[in-house]
């Protein structure tokens, strides 16, 4: 995250803090209004700090200067801090609550004495909210069905973490002489996206041994002993860990076979009576009459796709040729456009699409008519000076009405155009889905962004029909994305066998929003493979001559 985005962060959450309080609402506002500024602000706000150029911009008076400047030099505002403690610490979880608003949220809390997220639920379930003037019925059932997502995300893991969680803890044991090797099973080894906990197994020489020095850097449980292998938990930073211990070599992939698939993808086929030994995986295959399964692809709905869609992924990231779908510090990134072709051009791209943000994102920094003039200019500049093609994007916000925030005449001087929604979220499904129909029947997209809006863990998807909408994406050439930022990673694989079935084509997009975020594309890529995902169906591996003839499908367009 920017620090400016930290920063209005902050602001808004004292705000909202000081509210909750019954503070003075002229310095509520101030806060509020605060953030607003910063949020329009094109400079960079580390350097505005450093020359003390802060106090020159209206709407920042001293008192905001100080915690701002507070906050880059520390990392924290002690206000903020004090803030936070005179509140009952159950309350953030109410306050999280989407749609409530500080105004409801004090209202309950003093008129109902309710204070934490149990006592919310239960006042649901006796019907006091809707009892309580200005809720109603709907904002009851709105209220649980936040409940039930917050307390669903409890003890969850997204997959980019216990991926790194993993990594940390193979490299810790490593250094134990009792392991001769450690790797991934169970939810982590297919790529679940969140996961409710870390596993791995490891085969160990000396059993006494290996607890000894394990216990030396984890506080473990043995959970279970048997013949071949004995399993430990321990948690670290409330992550559950499981270590799944093999004592006879022999038995190894017999048991990460177990442990790695989904129990429906097992019991289809009679897998749970495996008994003997295996020197690869690809023998209990053998053993079955199957073709082998890749770790991704082992769930359930891998039998109930077409025969014909139940090929391995051949998905790498050495097949991908373009990097599409990634933003600069034109909108709200954090590195100019030469910095990430640069990183780009490191990994293999051959091509980019930037796609900064429109002018409906106004808290993003989004361009007006008058920058994607300049930054259309820049990159023929760039173009004319580079071997690594750039084309000129735009992620255009999708209006309620289903039109995108550009005139037909801004439209076309973009090569490649992503249509997405981010605003209006509690619209109805009927509405939703037509109003994203309607984009993707837009002549000039021709990719349909993070389809369902979902955040892991923090924000369900909206009530949409994705069948309707992968349907008007096949009819229409409009090609679907996977959003790869791993808080995202949307279109949900479950979906993509259906969005295949009907012929549609993928574009596996980082999102990226920093030269670092571009490595973010891998968490795609594996979620991709779940859904067995062929290169030929994804533009991203398309050669540049392939990928302007899918940008030529619909309409001419000169590249420069």
């Known amino acids: 995250m920017s620090l400016k985005k930290e920063v209005i962060t902050v602001l808004e959450d004292m705000a909202d803090l000081m509210e909750f309080r019954g503070e003075n609402r002229f310095k509520i506002n101030a806060f509020r209004n605060g953030a607003n500024v910063l949020r329009q602000l094109e400079k960079d706000l580390a350097e505005m700090i450093e020359n003390n150029e802060l106090k020159e911009v209206k709407g920042i008076g001293k008192g905001l200067q100080t915690v701002i400047k507070e906050y880059y030099e ?13 509140i009952p610490e159950g309350m953030f979880e109410i306050f999280s609550i989407r749609g409530l608003g500080v105004k409801k949220v004090k209202q309950i809390n003093e008129e109902l004495s309710i204070s934490n997220l149990q006592e919310l639920e239960q006042a649901c379930k006796d019907d006091k909210i809707a009892a309580t003037k200005g809720f109603g019925r709907k904002t009851q059932e709105k209220i649980l069905a936040e409940i039930d997502r917050i307390t669903g995300a409890r003890g969850k893991i997204l997959l980019h973490k216990a991926i790194q969680l993993g ?10 002489d009792s392991v001769s090797d450690i790797q991934f099973t169970g939810e982590l080894r297919r790529s679940v996206e969140t996961l409710s906990k870390v596993e791995l197994i490891l085969i160990v020489k000396e059993k006494t041994k290996f607890q000894s020095e394990l216990k030396e850097i984890y506080d473990y449980e043995l959970l279970s002993e048997g013949i071949e292998f004995f399993t430990l938990k321990f948690l670290i930073e409330s992550k559950i860990v499981f270590l799944y211990c093999v004592t006879e070599e022999s038995a190894f992939h017999r048991i990460q076979f177990r442990l790695t698939g989904s129990d429906k993808f097992l019991h289809e086929n009679n897998f749970s009576k495996l008994e003997k030994e295996f020197k690869t995986e690809q023998e209990i295959f053998d053993e079955n009459n199957m073709n082998f399964v890749i770790p991704e ?7 109930a796709a077409p025969e014909n869609l139940q090929t391995n992924s051949d998905l790498e990231l050495n097949k991908f040729k373009g990097l599409l779908h990634f933003h600069t510090t034109d909108s709200d990134g954090l590195n100019t456009l030469e910095e990430m072709t640069d990183e780009a051009s490191k990994i293999g791209f051959k091509y ?17 008519e008058e920058r994607i003039l300049l930054q259309n200019k820049h990159i023929k500049v760039f173009n004319s000076n580079s071997d690594l093609k750039v084309y000129h994007g735009i992620e255009s916000d999708i209006l309620r009405n289903g039109n995108l925030d550009y005139d037909l005449d801004i439209l076309k001087i973009f090569d490649f155009v ?6 209006n979220f509690g619209m109805s499904e009927e509405d939703m889905t037509q109003r994203i129909i309607t984009a993707i029947e837009n002549e000039n997209t021709d990719l349909l962004g993070h389809p369902t809006g979902r955040l892991l863990l923090s924000r369900a998807p909206y009530k949409v029909n ?22 995202r990673l949307d279109l949900d694989w479950r979906h993509i066998y259906y969005a295949r079935e009907k012929g549609c084509l993928f574009s596996i997009n980082p999102d990226a929003h920093s030269t670092s975020g571009i490595h973010d594309i891998n968490f795609g890529i594996k979620i991709a493979r779940k859904g067995g995902l062929q290169s ?12 302007e003839k899918f940008l030529n499908r619909k309409i001419k367009r000169k590249f420069n």
């Not at 990594?167 to 134990?176: G, R």
């Not at 980019?352 to 007006?368: I, M, P, Q, R």
């Open 297 to 303: 692809m082992r769930e359930h709905e891998y039998f």
């Open 74 to 86: 520390t990392g924290v505002v002690n206000d903020y801090i004090e803030l936070r403690a005179s």
């Open 352 to 368: 980019l699409a930037v796609c900064d943000h429109s002018k409906s994102a106004f808290y993003a920094n989004g361009l007006n």
């Open 466 to 487: 994705i069948n309707k909408i992968i349907d008007a994406c096949s009819r229409n050439d409009v090609a679907i994305e996977i959003n790869a930022n791993p808080n």
């Open 418 to 423: 992503v249509a997405s929604v981010h605003s």
């Open 536 to 547: 030929s169906e994804v533009i991203n591996c398309f050669s540049k001559s392939e990928f």
């Open 167 to 176: 990594n940390e803890i193979i490299s810790e044991l490593k250094n134990i």
